[in-house]
T-cell receptor
């Protein structure tokens, strides 16, 4: 069965430093997509970055990059040059190729950026 | 485009009451989803729909019902509310069910059952 695991309940990072949020996944489907979402204290879900199982290169979106290690089944989010506004809950999610579009979410990691 | 809209934003229910959470999207998406998020946890799928007239259960469907009579609307019905249904409810939509297709989320409805 598909599963997403985020083992870091909470993380601290100093402003302007980089931070890595861990995500491991489990699936037997060769076609899948991995997503990261940010949830600030206001509660909305903000899409950050996507990585497809067939993508050869790691995804990047501005200060966000995804360290995709397919053999290890990990999809870690790297945030460079952290800002105070990055303080939020971060969720890793997976979508399989079943054509239902269902997302499976991890438990989330709370990131706090210190000034 | 307004995207995905949800009403109400907040609601307090008494045990045993019923209510309908409304969800509307204006992106002409075929796929729509209802998730719940318990405090400090990730989102779990309640129900989903791949098109008007077609719905199916997700991971945690008990205590809920859905209908999909139009492409735009996907209401979630709570019958006989229980404290265990205290949660934040998110509606989402996507253009397709393909694994690389982004899912767009509404702002959420915060429900408390007392």
């Amino acid at each position: 069965a598909q599963k997403i695991t985020q083992t870091q309940p909470g993380m601290f990072v100093q402003e302007k430093e980089a931070v890595t949020l861990d995500c491991t996944y489990d699936t037997s489907d060769p076609s899948y997509g991995l997503f990261w979402y940010k949830q600030p204290s206001s509660g909305e879900m903000i899409f950050l970055i996507y990585q497809g199982s067939y993508d050869q290169q790691n995804a990047t979106e501005g200060r966000y990059s995804l360290n995709f290690q397919k053999a290890r089944k990990s999809a870690n989010l790297v945030i460079s040059a952290s800002q105070l506004g990055d303080s939020a809950m971060y969720f890793c999610a997976m979508r399989e190729g079943s054509n239902t579009g269902k997302l499976i979410f991890g438990q989330g990691t709370t990131l706090q950026v210190k000034p | 485009n307004a995207g995905v809209t949800q009403t109400p934003k907040f609601r307090i229910l008494k045990i045993g009451q019923s209510m309908t959470l409304q969800c509307t999207q204006d992106m002409n998406h075929n796929y729509m989803y209802w998730y719940r998020q318990d405090p400090g946890m990730g989102l779990k799928l309640i129900y989903y729909s791949v098109g008007a007239g077609i719905t199916d259960k997700g991971e945690v469907p008990n205590g809920y019902n859905v209908s999909r009579s139009t492409t735009e609307d996907f209401p979630l019905r709570l019958e006989l509310a229980a404290p265990s249904q205290t949660s934040v409810y998110f509606c989402a939509s996507s253009d397709s069910g393909q694994f690389d297709n982004e899912q767009f989320f509404g702002p959420g409805t915060r429900l408390t059952v007392l």
